[in-house]
Every structure is written in structure tokens, then in C-alpha cells.
């Protein structure tokens, strides 16, 4: 059976909400491992590790909130 690309996208797009409450059951801790290291390690590359290490955590936990309240909500 195939279907169009506009098709398959529409599908998607409905199985979207199921698929994030499926990730915030399964893949909760591993997620935010997963971003708080890439912020960790984002930060450190952007700042040379001269940064305060206070800022660089509040810098890293907005980075991951507005990331989850763009793309993700877990």
C-alpha cells in the first residue's frame, strides 16, 4: 500500500501527541540526560570552559526548557 507524502505527514502530524506522551513514559531519564549533556557540552564548545559555572547551568537549564517548550514537551 502507498500513500502520498501529504498523506503520510498529515498521519504523523495526528500521531504526534501520542508519540511524545509515549517518549515521556518510556524515555523520560534518558532525554534529559541526553539534553543536559548536550547543553553541558554546547556551553563548554561555545565559551571555551571561561564561563561561571552558575551562569553556565542557568544558562543550560534555559537552553533546555525553551527546547522543550519549542519542540518537545517532556
Not at 31 to 58: C, K, P, Q, T, W
Amino acid at each position: 500500500m502507498s500513500f502520498s507524502p501529504t498523506t503520510v505527514r498529515e498521519l504523523s502530524n495526528q500521531l504526534q501527541g501520542d508519540f511524545l506522551d509515549y517518549l515521556n513514559e518510556l524515555y523520560d531519564v534518558e532525554l534529559s540526560e541526553v539534553f543536559a549533556n548536550a547543553a553541558n557540552r554546547f556551553l563548554l564548545e561555545e565559551f571555551n570552559g571561561e564561563i561561571d559555572e552558575e551562569l553556565e547551568i542557568e544558562l543550560a537549564v534555559n537552553l533546555i526548557e525553551n527546547l522543550r517548550a519549542v519542540n518537545v514537551n517532556f
